[in-house]
């Protein structure tokens, strides 16, 4: 069985186009809650926002259980009003890890990783009383996002999601979360490893030490700096 499915927005975008045609053992009986469960397992960028969207056929939802026929008119609904997945974000809020990783969680990885970062209250005898980040927004998405994209085209498909901090941070907060999932374990964590060192590399976010006698402003502490490198 032959189909042709519609799909808009940021699903289009994260399907790789407007239109999907797709094949379908006629003997298995294809309702909305399989054809999403094929669609998220064909395109892991778009799981989570899968998972909110609905079917529609013939131009009206679809029941969980309804039948999809070859000839029906079938569409993919995302949200109409916000719903897409941030997959990196800049905050001046506190930092939810379990919202982070919620994003990548998806049912053919068997290996999710987290990493958080904190501000820690001693550095080189150094003792600091909280820290400031700012950066150059619009820059810094756009380069977290080729970081998102770069793992999962390099490391078995694996999905990646990075909120970051920005303003003030108190000791012991949380400044930056990114969780990793990939198939296995191997790839999870050696795509973790990366994401933090590039961030660090590439990412237009500076910090500010704050110290009970001073401060400073702290940048790529990894060596000369050429965000243009590849690691």
Known sequence: MKLTIQVFAGLAERMQGSLLNLEWDPSIPLTPVRLKERLQAQFPL?????????????????DDNQIIHENDEIAIIPPVSGGQPNYVELTREVISIQKVTDQVLHPNHGAALTFI???REWTHGKRTTRLEYEAYEPMAVKTMQ???EYIHNHYDGALCAITHRLGWVDIGEISVVIAVSAPHRDAAYEANRYAIERLKQVVPIWKKEIWEDGSEWKGHQQGPWNPREVL
């Open 46 to 62: 778009a799981s989570t926002l899968l998972s909110q969207a609905f079917v529609a056929v013939n131009q009206s939802y679809a």
């Open 146 to 148: 080729e970081i998102v």
């Open 117 to 119: 970062g904190t501000t």
